[in-house]
């Protein structure tokens, strides 16, 4: 249980609840810790305590309540839930009738409920995923998970891939597809890569400050590009003759550039730093598509003009969060690339749930792109 930023967490047992009519009791086989929660636990970003915190994860039902539906296929209808089921779920539980709902942005519900964000006290209190069990709600969508998606592959679909579905679902469509820019190697952007190379992108270029992060992108379509602010920076006890020697280094190892200007077909942004927009429209072709997603914080006042943005006549796209059937997507992707891509190799070898701060810790340190935790280790 989190009770707040720079407190301990909380171990509490408590009974198992029932499910009510639409309901799934489900326990949880591995859960992953996304940035978001770090941003929680660091206290820059405020929710209501206390709270079981942790949205993405992979869970087995042990319990249904009465008419609780869930997906099989990706087009197919619904399906009764049965116990047993390895499923994935959405992240928020929607009414599915306000007029938000109605409009197609059932992630925006005027009645919203998002896992890993609520209260303790609120119905069950089993709303989140840094624990042994969950109890999904009626409104959220569960889709039951192929047998060869391992959880190391299938715990961050349900925010991350599932958001990048969201952003990139016309992609496929656009009349023109040469190349792509990516703006960040993080979880978000090797999904970005992989999901528009397979969209028919002859290049995805992808790029990062992070080294280790950039060395992963060719395993997921890209083609890596160190950012320009990297070779600036000094490091500590580095001397003029070293830096030099590191940026040589650097450039042997990421010999790629940025395309010319005006020539990419769609790119999107999915590292949270504004100055990177005006860099996207620029390089952006005439009549391109811009994806912004990352940017979901206070200090995102952009350095371009809207004079940029028509004269160029971009299709801006704003991303938060993702519909059920993006989710449904989402597992389908992951199901067809899994023998192309490695994506449980993004995510730790599990720590048990008692153990759950020193993943944290972890997933501090950037060296896994996903930190898992498992409630029996």
Not at 71 to 77: C, F, K
Not at 298 to 315: F, G, M, Q, Y
Request: hydrophobic share 40%; aromatic share 6%.
């Amino acid at each position: 249980v989190f009770h707040g930023p720079g407190k301990s967490l909380e171990h509490v047992q408590r009974k198992l609840p029932e499910p009510g009519p639409g309901e799934v009791l489900a326990r949880i086989r591995l859960a992953t810790i996304c940035g978001s929660d770090l941003h929680t636990l660091d206290g820059k970003r405020v929710e209501p305590t206390p709270s079981v915190l942790g949205h993405e994860a992979v869970a087995e039902v042990v319990s249904v309540g009465k008419g609780a539906l869930c997906y099989g296929a990706p087009d197919g209808d619904a399906v009764m839930t049965r116990v047993g089921d390895r499923v994935t779920f959405s992240t928020a539980d929607c009414c599915g009738s306000c007029e938000r709902c109605t409009c197609g942005v059932t992630q925006k519900c005027i009645k919203l409920f998002k896992y890993g964000h609520a209260l303790l006290d609120d119905q069950s209190g089993f709303n989140g995923c840094y624990a042994s069990h969950i109890m999904l709600r009626p409104g959220t969508t569960v889709v039951q998970l192929p047998a060869h998606v391992d959880d190391r592959a299938a715990a961050p679909i349900n925010c991350a891939l599932a958001t990048v579905v969201n952003a990139l679902e016309d992609s496929a469509s656009l009349p023109v597809k040469r190349s792509a820019l990516v703006q960040g190697a993080g979880m978000l952007g090797l999904y970005a890569c992989a999901w528009l190379r397979e969209a028919g992108f002859a290049q995805v270029f992808c790029v990062d400050m992070n080294l280790d992060r950039l060395r992963l992108v060719p395993k997921f379509g890209g083609t890596p590009v160190l950012a320009a602010a990297t070779a600036a920076p000094r490091g500590k006890g580095e001397d003029e003759a070293e830096v030099k020697r590191r940026r040589v280094r650097e450039a042997e190892e990421f010999p790629a550039a940025l395309p010319a200007d005006h020539s990419v077909d769609c790119a999107i942004e999915v590292c949270g730093v504004a100055a990177v927009i005006k860099d996207g429209v620029r390089l952006l072709r005439f009549g391109g598509f811009y994806a912004w997603v990352g940017l979901v914080h206070p200090n995102s006042a952009l350095p371009v003009t809207a004079e940029a943005i028509i004269r160029k006549c971009l299709t801006i796209k704003g991303v938060h969060n993702y519909t059920g059937a993006h989710l449904r997507a989402a597992v389908d992707f992951v199901s067809r690339t899994s023998a192309k891509y490695e994506w449980g190799s993004l995510v730790s070898e599990p720590f048990p749930l008692d153990r759950l701060e020193e993943a944290i810790e972890l997933a501090h340190s950037q060296k896994w792109l996903r930190v898992a935790v498992a409630p029996r280790g």
